[in-house]
Structure formats: structure tokens, C-alpha cells
């Protein structure tokens, strides 16, 4: 069974690391089943699952829901989970309550996003027993600060602070950072300063690890399609031809067939 502390084995031995994020217990129970190292709740559930345009709609009731049914489907896995937007800038007190209400809904760990402003934080839920991932580079609760979903980490001022920062969340007890759409050169360089791993989207193949969105690369939205998503499928035409073949069924009268009901 693997756990949160393999992410620093799998860094010494330079053994690349699987995370998808995951919102339902169908899914879940999938994941179960396959040799993807961790799961993320991620806050972008907010925008895949509840269609909203951001992920600052994300609170933590919401997160707790979906941990605690990605954990009835998934009993074994790793779950990081996100700390929804502004949970954790409430003052110590109320945001490790939103820890605590996290954890008990069935989560490993937590992830939040940026460092300045929450290195006490941070210590204080790692003393508190409880993992935490960072996130830097495009962090999209900050999309209103950022202007937009973009590379982040661009020139040598913005690469050298994000370096200084990763190394500042690793100083204060992260057990991994999500980078996150900036330059692979980059994010490589972040990867071999740190002595825990890096999980990248949209930063190349030089992090510890990889994660995505599971609709993104289940082609559950085909016409979201940005550079750094791989469809290894598209759902979406098979439930489109699934459900159409079931509308004519319905309609021609050939479902339910025999077999399909009881006498
Ligand atoms: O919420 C999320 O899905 C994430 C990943 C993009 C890393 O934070």
C-alpha cells in the first residue's frame, strides 16, 4: 500500500511519481484499481465538476464532500486535498480547523498554494502531524492577481524567487510542491535544488512526478484542450455514442429486450 511518506523514497531513487486528481467515488473506485501513486481532490472541482469559471467558488464544505467520497471509493490510495481559496489565511485557529475538517473527511494531506504569507502555516500543521504539499508558478486562486491562466516563472528575476520560494516551503516542511505551467528549464532547475520531489503540470518532464486533471486526459471535454493536456482517451464521444444508441433504442422500442426484465 503506498503512503505519503514513499514520496521521498520515490525522490532518492528518482522513481517518478503518478498523481490524477479525482472529485467522485466512481471515479475513485477506478483509480482504486490502477497503479496511480496518489490521488488529488483538487480545487478545481469547482470548475470541472460544479461549472463554475474559477476555483475560487471551491470552500471547504464542498472539498470535504468530494474527499470524503473519493475515500469511500478509493480506501487504499494516497489522498492529498486542496486547502480552498482563502481557508488558510483566516489566522492559525480557523484554518487548522479547516485542516482538521479536511483530514477527518478522509484525506492523507493537504496542498496549498503560494509561500509568502504562509510559511507559520505550514509548520504549524507539519508539527501538527499532518503532510503538506506546496503549489507554485501559475497558482489559480490568484487568477485575479495574475490576469489569467498563464506561464508563470518568466525571466531571471521571477525564476530566481521561485526557487527562493520552493526552497522556503521545503525548509518549512513540505513534503513535496505541484509546480505548476512554467518553463521546463525551470522546473528542472527548481527539481535538482530540492531534496523533495516536484509533481509538474504544463512544466515539462524534468519533475519528480506529473499530475493532471482525470477529465482533461479522459477527453471528458475535448474542446478543453491545453498544450500540456494528453487525451489518453475522449469520453466524450463515447458517451455521446452510447447515449445516442440509447435514445434510438428507447425509441424504437428495442430496450428494454428480453432478458433485460423480469416476467
Ligand atoms: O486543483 C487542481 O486540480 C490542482 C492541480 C492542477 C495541480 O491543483
Redesign the pocket.
Known amino acids: 500500500m503506498k503512503a505519503i511518506p514513499d514520496f521521498q523514497k520515490w525522490r532518492a531513487s528518482e522513481r517518478k511519481i503518478s498523481m490524477l ?1 479525482c472529485y467522485d467515488a466512481a471515479t475513485a473506485r477506478i483509480l482504486e484499481n490502477t497503479s496511480v501513486d496518489c490521488i ?1 481532490v ?4 469547482a470548475m470541472v465538476v460544479h461549472g463554475y469559471d474559477s ?1 475560487i467558488h471551491a470552500t471547504v464544505e464542498m472539498l470535504a464532500t468530494h474527499t470524503a467520497a473519493v475515500r469511500r471509493g478509493a480506501p487504499t490510495k494516497p489522498i492529498v486535498v ?1 486547502m480552498p481559496f482563502l481557508s488558510y489565511r483566516k489566522g492559525l485557529e480557523n484554518s487548522i480547523q479547516a485542516v482538521a475538517t479536511l483530514m477527518r473527511a478522509g484525506a492523507n494531506a493537504v ?1 496549498l498554494e503560494r509561500c509568502r504569507g504562509n510559511l507559520e502555516l505550514i509548520e504549524h500543521i507539519v508539527d501538527g502531524g499532518v503532510p503538506v504539499m506546496g ?1 507554485l508558478g501559475l497558482t ?1 486562486q490568484a487568477v485575479n492577481e495574475l490576469g489569467g491562466y498563464k506561464l508563470q516563472g518568466r525571466g531571471e528575476h521571477e525564476a530566481e524567487r521561485l526557487i527562493a520560494e520552493a526552497k522556503e516551503l521545503e525548509d518549512a516542511g513540505c513534503f513535496s510542491i ?1 509546480l ?1 505551467c512554467i518553463p521546463a528549464g525551470l522546473a528542472k532547475a527548481v527539481t535538482e535544488e530540492l531534496a523533495i520531489p516536484t ?1 509538474g ?1 504544463g512544466c515539462g518532464p524534468d519533475t519528480s512526478g506529473q ?1 493532471l ?1 482525470v477529465n482533461d486526459m479522459l477527453g471528458l471535454d475535448t474542446s478543453f484542450k491545453p498544450k500540456f493536456v494528453r487525451h489518453y482517451a475522449r469520453l466524450e464521444s463515447v458517451v455521446d455514442k452510447a447515449v445516442s444508441s440509447y435514445c434510438e433504442d428507447v425509441v424504437d422500442g428495442v430496450f428494454p429486450a428480453e432478458g433485460e426484465f423480469w416476467d
Not at 483538487?42 to 472541482?45: H, L, P
Open positions: 486528481t488529488l483538487g480545487d478545481s472541482c476555483t486542496d496542498k503549489h489559480p505541484v505548476e509533481i503540470i499530475v486533471v
